[in-house]
């Protein structure tokens, strides 16, 4: 399973990383996602990078804000978060889009999820 960390605690207007760690990257490589699930609502895609990383999408609301990257070599898909906003507290889930090698899709749905990461936006 895919493990997610770097969550935490930030004020408005500060930076995370988030890291997930994907035990199986091997070729072929897929496309991997962010979702979140912000208190109350449902689980919604955030950002989403294809298999060798020359494709990033992100939804309205994060883009300029959110940096999605990869390393195959280092088996790890990051989220790196800046200007954060209250709207932005939720637990955090990373996923591999199964069979996708070409693009990627923001809001896809995966076969098993991870624990999540929980990140709190507050002052």
């Known amino acids: 399973n895919l493990v997610e960390s770097g969550g935490g605690l930030v004020q408005p207007g500060g930076s995370l990383k988030l890291s997930c760690n994907v035990p199986r990257f091997t070729d072929p490589y897929y496309a991997v996602g962010w979702f979140r699930q912000a208190p109350g609502k449902e689980r919604e895609g955030v950002a989403c990078?294809?298999?060798?990383?020359?494709?990033?999408k992100y939804v309205d609301f994060v883009k300029g804000r959110f940096t999605i990257s990869r390393d195959n070599t280092k088996n790890t898909v990051d989220l790196q978060m800046s200007n954060l906003q209250f709207e932005d507290t939720g637990v955090y889930y990373c996923?591999?889009?199964?069979?996708?090698?070409?693009?990627?899709?923001?809001?896809?749905?995966?076969?098993?999820w991870g624990q999540g990461t929980q990140v709190s936006v507050s002052s």
């Open positions: 990078i294809s298999s060798g990383g020359g494709t990033e």
């Open positions: 996923a591999e889009d199964l069979g996708r090698v070409r693009g990627c899709v923001v809001d896809f749905t995966p076969d098993t």
